[in-house]
């Protein structure tokens, strides 16, 4: 997760400044707890936990699951962000100049798609559910999310760096789940991002999130269906390539003809992975985070 100063992300700062709360987060990064099981472990009623795991809900760092359990229902509380970036303003003397394209999430050159899987706009469903001929209807550029088990979405992505610029860092930011039947926030999945076919990183997806209806999410989407993802920061620079600033390997720029007028990008869950949970792409209008895949190249 990467946020800002910005007001809007006043309930995160909220969320952390407590120490019940920092010491609710370490436990659910060992696995998700109950209510009871926090509270036990804390030495605390359940009546207090579950405030503070409402304050870490409505920062969207913890998200609660209704399950039946051996005792009837109980809330799972699953931790959902696993870093957290906070990105300072700039000085005017130190804002840094990039080239930024965004680009909708159905514009795909090339895909292979096994079910489950599917594709909608905001307003419905592109052809039927679990059939991946409808991966080439013309609707297709309209389509706001989009799923599969296995397989890849590729994309072309134009470079409209100048000849007396010189490029030292990309991002790429994108909003990620696993893709489960149904959903299921513990249904990991690695996810693997080429640059010019070549491997930059790749992630591990915990879960496949529903239940809560996503921030911009649709209403005529059903809530049995993924809710919202995980926003993904991806940066390549000279040192290497890293995912929520943790380095995932040492592709460079340089060793990505980063300066070539065109890129080729590709997400996908590879057939020989080790956790094969499909992925599930958001675009605007859908998820948590209500933009498409943004790419920035930075230069000077």
């Avoid at 990064?29 to 809900?57: C, D, F, Q, W, Y």
């Avoid at 840094?96 to 050159?109: A, C, D, K, N, S």
Wanted: glycine share 8%; with cysteine.
């Amino acid at each position: 997760m990467k946020i800002t100063t910005q007001e809007q992300y006043l309930s995160i700062y909220e969320a952390l400044a407590s120490k019940v709360r920092l010491r609710i987060i370490e436990l659910l990064a060992e696995k998700p707890r109950n209510i009871k099981e926090l509270a036990e472990a804390l030495g605390l009623s359940s009546a207090i936990v579950t405030m503070h795991i409402r304050k870490l809900e409505e920062a969207e760092i913890v998200r609660g699951d209704r399950v039946r359990g051996q005792g009837g229902i109980q809330k799972i509380c699953t931790l959902i962000v696993d870093t957290l970036e906070i990105e300072f303003p700039q000085k005017a003397d130190t804002i840094r100049q990039y080239h930024e394209f965004i680009l909708p999430v159905g514009h795909y050159t090339d895909f292979q798609a096994h079910p489950t899987c599917g594709l909608a706009t905001k307003d419905n469903v592109i052809g039927c559910f679990d059939d991946p001929r409808y991966f080439l209807s013309p609707e297709r550029v309209n389509a706001k999310i989009l799923w599969f088990n296995q397989g890849y979405v590729e994309y072309k992505v134009p470079n409209y760096l100048l000849s007396n610029q010189t490029p030292y860092e990309l991002q790429i930011i994108l909003e990620l789940s696993s893709e489960a039947p149904g959903v299921n926030s513990h249904w990991p999945s690695d996810i693997s991002f080429f640059l010019n076919h070549i491997l930059i990183g790749q992630w591990n997806s915990p879960g496949d999130f529903g239940g809560i209806r996503g921030k911009y999410t649709p209403a005529w989407w059903s809530l049995g269906l993924a809710q919202y993802g995980l926003l993904k920061v991806l940066t390549i620079n000279e040192k290497g390539s890293y995912i929520d600033g943790q380095k995932v390997s040492d592709i460079t720029l340089d060793q990505l003809k980063i300066q070539e007028k065109q890129w080729t990008f590709r997400i996908s869950v590879e057939e020989d992975a080790e956790h094969i949970g499909g992925l599930t792409l958001f675009g605007s209008e859908f998820g948590n985070y209500n933009h498409d895949i943004i790419f920035r190249l930075y230069y000077s």
